[in-house]
């Protein structure tokens, strides 16, 4: 059984920055791909970005492009989402989640199997 545990929420300015944390047990992440969605209340998540463990490709939804950037450490069964330039647009639960597959990326939350808890991210003006 796999289990995703988010890490790394809180309060932060607007241009401000987090990095977010999603560590894994049960699985090793350089066999999957794994991404970062976020969810409004009310709203469907969303793709924020993902990351091929095996293959190292990266895939960013455009609201985020050149600000938030994802990375692997497999030694550590970790992924991060390294967050700068926080917009208050941004304030919204972080998950994590798994796709069991290497490659391609996937951009849909109804193709990851696993997922996080969760973990708040709030951004003020």
């Known amino acids: 059984q796999v289990q995703l545990v988010e890490s790394g929420g809180g309060l932060v300015q607007a241009g401000g920055s987090l990095k977010l944390s999603c560590a894994a047990s049960?699985?090793?992440?350089?066999?999957?791909?794994i991404g970062w969605f976020r969810q409004y209340p009310g709203k469907e998540r969303e793709f924020v970005a993902a990351?091929?463990?095996?293959?190292?490709?990266?895939n960013y939804a455009d609201s985020v492009t050149g600000r938030f950037t994802i990375s692997t450490d497999n030694a550590k069964n970790t992924v991060y989402l390294e967050m700068n330039s926080l917009k208050p647009e941004d304030t919204a639960v972080y998950y994590c989640?798994?796709?069991?597959?290497?490659?391609?990326?996937?951009?849909?939350?109804?193709?990851?199997?696993?997922w996080g808890q969760g973990t708040q991210v709030t951004v003020s003006s």
């Open positions: 049960g699985r090793t992440f350089s066999n999957y791909v």
């Open positions: 990351i091929s463990g095996r293959y190292s490709s990266r």
């Open positions: 989640a798994i796709y069991q597959g290497a490659f391609p990326i996937r951009r849909s939350s109804s193709e990851y199997q696993y």
